[in-house]
């Protein structure tokens, strides 16, 4: 099955500093690549995702990339304020049923604290 | 997102003893999933349902049971709880795109 490394488990950053979050995967059929923000004692919200077809999306202030080759993607957030700190999960999927979405295998998950 | 309810909220129980968590949904989804949560750990798969008549286990589904009685409603079972049951459990659905997490339900098992 599906394996998703993420790194790192915590993360520290000054308010307006760029954060980066990287996750590798191990099934090559994986083709859809959520990112997950929790914050404290609330469920888990997508905040961006990507698909196998798209090597770099933006939102903003945040930005996914993904390297088919290497298996692996990042999160990338700039100019991080305060309200930003939450821990931020990856995940992969290979999807069903010819759509994109199927079961979901998550990363670890990192902490993120922004310091104002 | 009230979309997606779970009940109850939290729960103390004890070793041995049965207890249901109960999943129900009002985006018309078809995909179905409960996932436990916890620390360092992310979120790992328990069981999932493509539809009313498909269930599959997902990586951790030893301990646990569903039941998808409607589209919009998916339980989990624990028949006879331990501690290292104790977790954050969630319940999620998904269309063709994003996945929809229920407020979570908190579990300890004493």
């Known amino acids: 099955g599906e394996n998703v490394e993420q790194h790192p488990s915590t993360l520290s950053v000054q308010e307006g500093d760029s954060a980066v979050i990287k996750c590798t995967y191990s099934?090559?059929?994986?083709?859809?690549f959520p990112w997950y923000k929790q914050e404290l004692g609330k469920r888990p919200q997508l905040i961006i995702d990507?698909?196998?077809?798209?090597g770099e999306k933006k939102d903003q202030r945040i930005a996914v990339t993904l390297n088919k080759t290497a298996k692996h993607f990042s999160l990338h957030i700039t100019e991080t304020q305060p309200e930003d700190s939450a821990v931020y999960f990856c995940?992969?999927?290979?999807?069903?049923?010819?759509?994109?979405?199927?079961?979901?295998?998550f990363g670890q998950g990192t902490i993120l604290t922004v310091h104002p | 997102d009230a979309d997606v309810t779970q009940t109850p909220r939290n729960r103390i129980t004890k070793t041995g003893k049965r207890i249901m968590l109960e999943c129900s949904q009002t985006?018309?989804?078809?995909?179905m999933y409960w996932y436990r949560q916890d620390p360092g750990l992310g979120l790992r798969l328990i069981y999932y349902?493509?539809?009313?008549?498909?269930?599959n286990k997902g990586e951790i589904s030893d301990g646990y049971s569903v039941s998808r009685q409607a589209q919009a409603k998916f339980s989990l079972s624990l028949e006879s709880a331990i501690p290292n049951q104790t977790a954050l459990y969630f319940c999620a659905t998904s269309g063709d795109s994003e996945g929809f997490f229920g407020p979570g339900t908190r579990l300890t098992v004493l």
């Open positions: 995940a992969a999927s290979s999807g069903a049923g010819g759509t994109s979405y199927g079961k979901l295998t």
């Open positions: 990507i698909r196998s077809n798209v």
């Open positions: 985006k018309g989804h078809d995909r």
């Open positions: 099934d090559s059929a994986s083709n859809y």
């Open positions: 349902s493509f539809d009313v008549k498909d269930i």
